[in-house]
Nanobody, 123 residues
Framework: QVQLVESGGGLVQAGGSLRLSCAASGRTFSSYVMGWFRQAPGKEREFVAAITRSFGGRDYADAVKGRFTISRDMDKNTVYLQMSSLEFDDTAVYYC????????????????WGQGTQVTVSS
């Protein structure tokens, strides 16, 4: 089992940057596929980015490709989401998630979730 704690959210102006962090407990962090999702008010939770267990394969939603970067630090048991050129439509609660089975853009594939961190982009 793994516990996830996100941090780094906040209020930023359009065009600005933020870096989200997700600290994972447990000694098996490297065995999980890690993902970031977001949920805006009145909308379904949507995929943002994911990084695989080894070799650091990455995948991004089209809406964030070229602006967001996902990375993981195995020594610190932490996954990051660097967000640049933020837009008003990026406003949402951002969730970190871990999958013990396979990589997917579907939230249902992820076993563990953090509590979420709010990102608000002002126009």
């Amino acid at each position: 089992q793994v516990q996830l704690v996100e941090s780094g959210g906040g209020l930023v102006q359009a065009g600005g940057s933020l870096r989200l962090s997700c600290a994972a407990s447990g000694r098996t962090f490297s065995s999980y596929v890690m993902g970031w999702f977001r949920q805006a008010p009145g909308k379904e939770r949507e995929f943002v980015a994911a990084i695989t267990r080894s070799f650091g394969g990455r995948d991004y939603a089209d809406a964030v490709k070229g602006r967001f970067t996902i990375s993981r630090d195995m020594d610190k048991n932490t996954v990051y989401l660097q967000m640049s050129s933020l837009e008003f439509d990026d406003t949402a609660v951002y969730y970190c998630a871990a999958s013990s089975t396979y990589y997917s853009r579907n939230p249902a594939a992820y076993d563990y979730w953090g509590q979420g961190t709010q990102v608000t982009v002002s126009s």
